[in-house]
């Protein structure tokens, strides 16, 4: 399985952005895929993850009630919507698919990591 991540840029504080995470394989259907940032000088953190049904959901505390995961089966693609974003949500954001994992939050559950995408918001 590859991911590409895509979407990330430049916004204003309280603006928003949609990343998303596209993949070849037929397999990625079947996978757990989950959303992390690392930003300058900071670990990895988890962000969100989507199972692989697509019904079910997790969110770090602070992505709770401003980003939504979702994901497109027929476009094996899985998108993370982020709204009323704050500059310390710079980083790059990196998508990755579990093989096994239900809503895996920690990186050591993944088998799969897409490049990342840069995200840069400007207070």
Known sequence: VQLQASGGGLVQAGGSL???CAASGRSFSR???G???QAPGKE???VSVISWTGDSTA???SAKGRFTI???KAKSTVYLQMNSLEPEDTAVYLCAASVNGYRPRF???YDYWGQGTLVT???
């Open 18 to 20: 949609r990343l998303s």
């Open 31 to 33: 996978y757990a895929v």
């Open 35 to 37: 959303w992390f940032r």
């Open 44 to 46: 990895r953190e988890f």
């Open 59 to 61: 969110y770090a505390d």
């Open 70 to 72: 979702s994901r497109d």
């Open 107 to 109: 990186g050591r559950e």
């Open 121 to 123: 918001v400007s207070s």
